[in-house]
């Protein structure tokens, strides 16, 4: 199984859970420790949120679960989203928020 795809099938295994253990990991994907830890770094820069408590009964606790993925923008999209706001606010500037009767007396 391909990296991607044992990422995604992860996500999924943790999905269901609310906490969990690499030995969670290492178990259902037949993966070495050190590739599960690796594997816990990739999810959480995708956006699996999670705290770590050690002792006995500790784990990883997952903090909520959807997933924010982060979307990332070229210059181009930055500046169109950036005009595209900057509009919206003009507009609030423009007769149409004035009433009838403000059009009357003016």
């Given at each position: 199984?391909?990296?991607?795809?044992?990422?995604?099938?992860?996500?999924?295994?943790?999905?269901?859970?609310?906490?969990?253990?690499?030995?969670?990991?290492?178990?259902?994907?037949?993966?070495?420790?050190?590739?599960?830890?690796?594997?816990?770094?990739?999810?959480?820069?995708?956006?699996?949120?999670?705290?770590?408590?050690?002792?006995?009964?500790?784990?990883?606790?997952?903090?909520?679960?959807?997933?924010?993925?982060p979307i990332t923008f070229n210059l181009e999209e930055i500046n169109a989203i950036f005009f595209a706001l900057n509009a919206l606010t003009s507009l609030s500037a423009t007769p149409f928020?004035?009433?009838?009767?403000?059009?009357?007396?003016?």
């Open positions: 199984m391909d990296k991607a795809n044992r990422l995604n099938q992860e996500l999924i295994f943790l999905s269901n859970k609310n906490i969990f253990h690499i030995t969670d990991l290492v178990e259902e994907f037949h993966i070495s420790k050190r590739t599960a830890l690796r594997d816990i770094s990739d999810l959480e820069q995708m956006g699996l949120s999670f705290y770590t408590e050690n002792g006995r009964y500790g784990g990883y606790h997952l903090i909520s679960k959807e997933l924010l993925i928020a004035k009433s009838y009767k403000q059009f009357m007396t003016s």
